[in-house]
């Protein structure tokens, strides 16, 4: 058996993030998820189709810093022109660009 089955046993999801109850439409909304986190993966989900359009964009995420949510937007080489192409915001969330030197390495 896989080991990190057992970690999806004990965190009772599955592989992509579902959990067993959704399979069955159970609504299994975790009370420790604020709002504001849920919104800000609404607008994360929104405008998905539009980040990765951008050229040289690796990846993206919610993250929370001291003043609240933000987007963190990692492109493989950070210059005027890619920063230039990616919005300061996402409906009122602030965007922060990050660069990852030329990608993300699988390991």
Not at 70 to 94: C, M, N, W
Request: hydrophobic share 35%; glycine share 8%.
């Amino acid at each position: 058996m896989n080991p990190i089955a057992s970690v999806y046993d004990a965190l009772g999801v599955l592989p992509d993030g579902a959990t067993p109850w959704d399979a069955i439409g159970i609504n299994s909304r975790n009370p420790e998820v604020d709002d504001e986190l849920l919104r800000v993966e609404d607008i994360q989900a929104r405008h998905e189709d539009e980040l990765f359009a951008i050229p040289g964009l690796a990846g993206n995420c919610v993250s929370r810093s001291a003043s609240g949510y933000e987007f963190q937007v990692y492109v493989t080489d950070k210059t005027p022109k890619s920063t230039r192409a990616i919005p300061s915001d996402l409906e009122g969330v602030p965007v922060r660009v990050i660069d990852t030197h030329g990608g993300f390495t699988s390991f």
